[in-house]
Nanobody
Framework: QVQLVESGGGLVQPGGSLRLSCTGS????????MGWFRQAPGKQREQVAT???????NYRDSVEGRFTISRDNAANAVNLQMNSLKPEDTAVYYC?????????WGQGTQVTVSS
């Protein structure tokens, strides 16, 4: 059974930084598109950043220049470095793995940006 396990969430002040990590029990991890999504209370889940098997990255406009997604295929890991955090970044962040018709999700980790 595939598992994605996130870590690194927490409470941070506006302007601060957090680093989220996700490790996956996927066979052939390197061929999956990996990503981070988030869901704030009362809102739909939204894509934050993705990284393809070839390393191409994509970010939603509101995090461009502040967040950086990276992957370590040897460690079956994907990371999200979040800088200059804002209160509107507060949400549960989910790790995602996708390939063709298969998709997998982590259980989520809470990120709260507040003074």
């Amino acid at each position: 059974q595939v598992q994605l396990v996130e870590s690194g969430g927490g409470l941070v002040q506006p302007g601060g930084s957090l680093r989220l990590s996700c490790t996956g029990s996927l066979n052939d991890f390197s061929i999956y598109t990996m990503g981070w999504f988030r869901q704030a209370p009362g809102k739909q889940r939204e894509q934050v950043a993705t990284i393809s098997s070839g390393g191409r990255t994509n970010y939603r406009d509101s995090v461009e220049g502040r967040f950086t997604i990276s992957r370590d295929n040897a460690a079956n890991a994907v990371n999200l470095q979040m800088n200059s955090l804002k209160p509107e970044d507060t949400a549960v962040y989910y790790c995602y793995a996708g390939r063709l018709k298969s998709s997998y999700w982590g259980q989520g980790t809470q990120v709260t940006v507040s003074s």
